[in-house]
């Protein structure tokens, strides 16, 4: 127990490494990408739970995603000031819309962030049960055909929808206040604390997903990956249990979508697409499937270099290609939670006991 | 006093009826054995009584309550457990952390309470552990209990199934041919164990080939031949009866 907080402190120390780096190198405009690049993070940590530990693949997170950035965004930019009636002035008495300025100087009624976002969280929640529950009665291909599917609606729905903004996407999303007078934006001016405030989120985030693994019903998750009957003859609720970590990944997701539209202001149909999602898997394929330290240092890494233009027009080949050589020579990850100790049997290993087995 | 009660249950698989209104009961604290030979749906019945299929008609009564169309899990919950013909350990899993998914049935903490680490989690946790390492010691498997479970010898993985079955500290318990793939000293090992099992209290329920194991600790034998019940009897009596010769050994002619 003592081990994981440590590694959470090792990392947190790691974050602060970064920015300070980037302080006395006066190269702060890199905290934008690495901002961006935690929010895409706790998609993955999210995912990697799915995936690792409850042993089901999702090809649609993307979506969820999306589902998350869009309705925070449509709800804090539709003004409702030409829509005055019974709800809406219910809804201003109790506070849960703002009055705000756009950037023409014209004033706009809208609801508020931290309502967009519940009602955000909320609508996913019931998505990922309604969809969950058939969907993660398949396996294998199957499942990630259906969930792919999945990403797929969401994709189109944003896309041939007007009053989303179709292809534009939504843009002039306001910022997401926080208490003490914190802003989630994406102004330079607070980039160091939005540095820290997203990166804070992941690391509150690893933090619960550890504790997760850890506990009992991580216990019955691995039981479950590993043999579903039997975890059922144990009396463990195997469809419950896939379907509650289906719904966590893609609070996860969506959670990162409403903060993310949040910092960059805006959110467009290009961040539910197919290859959005395979990008995610991809990352905690070679994080090491069971690893969420694997997956979050990969999602670091790579998230980062791609948000920076790295690989410039290969951008999505990179992660398909990567995806491909995983699948195709270590299935179980590139960063496996054995990995040293695989490698020291490697290397140890005698022709007699090979053959004792 | 009864406590399971197979009452004319039947399944048929398309042109295969492989259970045909059968019907036994078990008394409680006691060790009951199903066998047959091949093909004789032994296993079909294990199925049908553990949730994992429903039976087309009949009916399963166990502990005073109808389970045939309860799930694997519902009738865990209820004190039913059982192990596997092929034996289902989980893999990448150590054997103490295999018998802790045993104590799963007996302890509380949620998805919400195991993230947050909630404080009432620790002591359950540590309750979980204490019992685990209880049972792998009378099972004489404590010292494997770092060990990955999959790679432990066949006859210690049997052993390490049981173990995860008791920590659910079931009614009764049922054994998918516990002996398969043992070795002489090995299956006397098992018929003590399991002899044992019994002695605290848990009825058994167990499908075995091996007839001197069978004959031995069972203290009833119900015979199946082509899904249909041809005799049910004390050991002994069995081993005289002519249908149960005949179906084994063949017709005299």
């Not at chain 1, 980037?22 to 998609?43: D, E, F, K, N, P």
Request: glycine share 10%; proline share 3%; with cysteine.
């Amino acid at each position: 127990m003592a081990r994981r907080y440590f590694a959470i402190a090792a990392f947190a120390g790691l974050i602060v490494a970064i920015q300070l780096t980037t302080l006395v190198t006066a190269t702060g405009y890199y905290l934008t990408q690495l901002t961006m690049t935690a929010y895409y993070s706790l998609i993955v940590v999210g995912l990697c739970m799915l995936i690792g530990y409850a042993g089901q693949i999702s090809l649609g997170h993307a979506g969820f995603f999306a589902i998350g950035g869009y309705v925070t965004a449509f709800l804090t930019t539709f003004d409702l000031k030409s829509h005055q009636g019974a709800i809406v002035s219910l809804l201003s008495k109790s506070g849960a819309l703002v009055s705000r300025q756009d950037v023409y100087g014209g004033s706009l009624l809208t609801v508020h962030p931290w309502l967009a976002c519940v009602a955000a969280i909320l609508l996913t929640v019931v998505v990922a049960y309604l969809v969950g529950g058939p969907v993660l009665k398949l396996k294998g291909h199957y499942l990630a055909m259906a969930t792919l599917g999945i990403g797929i609606i969401v994709y189109r729905i944003v896309l041939g929808t007007d009053f989303l903004g179709a292809s534009d996407g939504i843009s002039e999303v306001p910022g997401f206040p926080l208490p003490g007078g914190l802003l989630i934006t994406g102004d330079s001016s607070s980039r160091v604390s939005n540095y820290y405030l997203a990166w804070g989120m992941v690391i509150l985030g690893m933090v619960l997903l550890l504790n997760l693994i850890h506990s009992r019903v991580g216990r019955a998750l691995a039981a479950v990956h590993g043999a579903e009957d039997a975890a059922g003859a144990m009396g463990i609720p195997t469809a419950r249990y896939k379907l509650n970590t289906f719904v966590l990944s893609a609070v996860f997701a969506a959670l990162a979508g409403v903060l993310l539209t949040h910092y960059n202001g805006g959110i467009g149909p290009s961040e539910a697409g197919v290859m959005k999602s395979v990008r995610y898997v991809a990352i905690v394929a070679i994080g090491g499937m069971a690893n969420l330290w694997g997956a979050l240092s990969m999602s670091l890494v790579l998230n980062y270099l791609s948000l920076r233009g790295y690989f410039g027009t290969y951008d999505d080949a990179v992660f398909g290609v990567i995806l491909i050589l995983i699948m195709l020579f270590t299935p179980d990850g590139l960063l496996r939670r054995h990995l040293f100790s695989d490698l020291k049997r490697a290397v140890s290993r005698n022709p007699a006991e090979e053959e004792a087995t | 006093m009864t406590l399971l009660s197979v009452r004319g249950v039947s399944k048929r698989f398309g042109g295969l009826q492989a259970v045909n209104d059968l019907s036994f009961d078990v008394a409680r604290g006691s060790i009951k054995a199903l066998i047959g030979p091949n093909g004789a749906g032994k296993t079909t019945l294990f199925d049908l009584i553990s949730g994992f299929l429903r039976p087309d008609r009949g009916e399963i009564v166990f502990g005073g309550a109808e389970i045939h169309a309860m799930s694997s899990c519902e009738v865990a919950v209820r004190g039913m457990v059982r192990t596997f013909q092929h034996i289902r350990l989980f893999p990448k899993m150590t054997v103490l952390e295999n018998i802790m998914v045993g104590r799963h049935v007996h302890s509380n903490a949620g998805f919400l309470a195991g993230m947050l680490n909630l404080p009432f989690t620790w002591g359950e946790e540590r309750r979980i552990r204490e019992k685990s390492f209880e049972i792998m010691e009378s099972l004489g498997i404590a010292a494997q209990a770092r060990t990955e479970a999959v790679s432990l010898a066949y006859g210690q993985q049997r052993v390490v199934e049981i173990g995860r079955a008791l920590a659910c500290e079931p009614k009764l318990l049922l054994l998918d041919e516990p002996a398969a793939g043992l070795n002489m000293r090995e299956t006397n090992e098992m018929g003590r164990l399991i002899s044992r099992i019994r002695d605290t209290g848990v009825t058994v329920l167990l499908v075995e080939h091996d007839m001197s194991l069978v004959m031995k600790i069972s203290d009833e034998v119900v015979v199946l031949s082509y899904g249909e019940k041809i005799a049910e009897d004390r050991p002994l009596a069995i081993q005289k009866n002519r249908e149960v010769i005949r179906v084994y050994l063949g017709d005299d002619q």
